[in-house]
């Protein structure tokens, strides 16, 4: 695992009927995924979760083309180094880096979305992008996010098999950073400028809570926010979507915020 990289060791996985491949933006590593009859000047930036230690930005090409064809985006993924290779703010600066190049290769409408820390990340980038200035996603989505690195047990309601593990993780990926730094725990930043958000957890799962928190935030912050809590469903739960109805159903109420969103922008 060469500095903190993983997805350098993946072959981009490419779907019969798509085209794409390895990509570079801001001089971070991910992947494409695009076929004819896509929307103009339009994509999807998937950020992986795994707790910040895990995961390749290289394995995405199922979950790109079930965006692509449900919603006609471009799909993208960015493949940031992982902790303990490298600590926050890499993480989020390579997130940016790669945001900001899908800006200058063009793309107006950008959607981010991902799954726990991933989904973390995708808040964690809206602070960023505001705090730089840069022109904001079109429409995030996030399922199961983390949103306060310190993951106070005492704050959770439901636990699960990941409860025992997160605070190590977390730990391992902020390092000695300033633990309230909305580009590390975005539950501190300023949520007023967020753009139209989808939040979906699990009552089954160690994060439900902090989905929580940060959909009281957008509340109060008078922004757009789209939520579902599914009901016994466990973390990111939407993910399962070619599993189980239930995965499904959460997939397709994801498809239809960043369609009906699109419409209108």
């Known amino acids: 695992l060469r500095g903190g990289y993983i997805g350098i060791y993946h072959k981009p996985e490419i779907p019969a009927g798509y085209k794409g491949g390895r990509v570079t933006l801001g001089g971070v590593p991910g992947m494409r995924l695009t076929r004819a009859g896509v ?3 339009a994509a999807m930036l998937y950020i992986h979760g795994g707790g910040y230690t895990l995961g ?44 900001r190049g899908l800006l200058d290769a063009g793309y107006e409408k950008i959607v981010v979305g991902g799954e726990s820390a991933g989904a973390g990340l ?6 960023a992008l505001n705090m730089e200035g840069l022109p ?14 310190r993951f106070d047990l005492e704050e959770i309601f439901q636990q699960d098999m990941f409860t025992q593990t997160c605070e190590d993780m977390l730990e391992v990926y902020a ?19 967020f753009p139209p958000s989808f939040i979906q957890a699990g009552s ?10 940060i959909v009281e935030k957008l509340v109060r912050a008078g922004r757009e926010v789209h939520f579902t809590f599914g ?23 994801i498809l239809t915020f960043i369609n009906n969103t699109l419409d209108l922008v």
């Open 39 to 41: 929307r103009e000047k």
């Open 136 to 149: 904001l996603p079109a429409a995030i989505w996030c399922s199961s996010p983390v949103d306060n690195i």
């Open 204 to 213: 089954r799962e160690s994060l439900a809570a902090g989905a929580l928190r």
């Open 175 to 193: 390092g000695d950073a300033e633990l309230t730094d909305p580009r590390l725990s975005p539950i501190y930043g300023d949520f007023s400028c």
């Open 56 to 99: 390749s930005g290289m394995t995405a090409g199922p979950l790109l083309a079930h965006f692509l064809e449900h919603t006609g985006l471009e799909g993208f993924s960015v493949d940031y180094r992982l902790a303990p290779y490298a600590k926050f703010p890499v993480q989020i600066n390579e997130c940016v880096a790669f945001y």
């Open 231 to 253: 009901k016994d469903m466990p973390h990111t739960f939407a993910m399962d979507y070619a599993i189980y109805p239930e995965g499904e159903n959460a997939m397709n109420e």
């Open 122 to 127: 995708t808040l964690s980038l809206v602070h």
